[in-house]
Nanobody, 116 residues
Framework: QVQLVESGGGLVQPGGSLRLSCVAS????????MGWYRQAPGKQRELVAI???????NYADSVKARFTISRDNAKNRVYLQMNSLKLEDTAVYYC??????????WGQGTQVTVSS
């Protein structure tokens, strides 16, 4: 398994921006699908965005055109740029990694709170 450590969460007003970062402890980062999930209180964990090992990206409909996932394979990092944040984006955000064999790893989560 890969150790994942997220950072960058915090409190932001509606319409604001945050950038989440996740660093992975692996020497073959480029072999992994990397993604971000979130879980709001009382709700199931949901996929926010994914960056595949082949360079494709995919987003939940609720964040399209507002969030951007990117990765830096040289730094073992994946990022989530979140713009035009809404109250409903409030959640714990988790970094996710999936290896070629299907094994998955999760970070500890970082809290994002959107509030006026």
């Amino acid at each position: 398994q890969v150790q994942l450590v997220e950072s960058g969460g915090g409190l932001v007003q509606p319409g604001g921006s945050l950038r989440l970062s996740c660093v992975a402890s692996t020497s073959i980062f480029s072999n992994y699908h990397m993604g971000w999930y979130r879980q709001a209180p009382g709700k199931q964990r949901e996929l926010v965005a994914i960056s595949t090992r082949t360079g494709n990206t995919n987003y939940a409909d609720s964040v399209k055109a507002r969030f951007t996932i990117s990765r830096d394979n040289a730094k073992n990092r994946v990022y989530l740029q979140m713009n035009s944040l809404k109250l409903e984006d409030t959640a714990v955000y988790y970094c996710y990694a999936e290896g070629r064999t299907g094994t998955t790893s999760w970070g500890q989560g970082t809290q994002v709170t959107v509030s006026s």
